[in-house]
């Protein structure tokens, strides 16, 4: 299945991800999943929330680069292995992965993984070949 993703670019500094969440919070947007990857001078948040266009919305008027994209979600047994499984799958079709997480629902024996893939349809084509999503 194919996922709509935020990606905010974020400021290195003090401060900045409470403000990013407030925009939310404010906004009444819940996340359902949340990713940071940083360098010494920026982030990248990557997130999934309730409603990805009114967390757009309220993140620009608080002054965020925001980017919206998509992830393939593959929803696996929450067991060791379920990963392993997925990836030797897009590895088989040399289908190369840009980045990845994941995230689990409480009391759920299912973990949903975003895959952002160099070649999303060819991703996605091969994924539902093998029956992961």
Request: without cysteine.
């Amino acid at each position: 299945m194919l996922v709509n993703q935020i990606a905010v670019f974020l400021e290195n500094r003090a401060g900045r991800l409470l403000s990013l969440s407030k925009a939310l919070s404010d906004a009444k947007i819940d996340l359902v999943s949340l990713n940071i990857a940083d360098t010494s001078d920026f982030g990248i948040v990557r997130m999934i929330t309730s409603d990805n266009e009114k967390a757009m919305q309220a993140l620009k008027e608080a002054g965020f680069v925001v980017k919206e994209n998509e992830l393939i979600g593959i929803e696996v047994d929450d067991v060791p292995g379920g990963l392993t499984k997925v990836l030797e799958g897009l590895a088989s079709s040399d289908i190369d992965i840009e980045y990845l997480y994941s995230y689990a629902k409480s009391n759920s024996a299912k973990a949903t993984i975003l895959v952002k893939a160099a070649d999303l349809e060819k991703a996605n084509k091969t994924l539902k070949e093998l029956k992961f999503i």
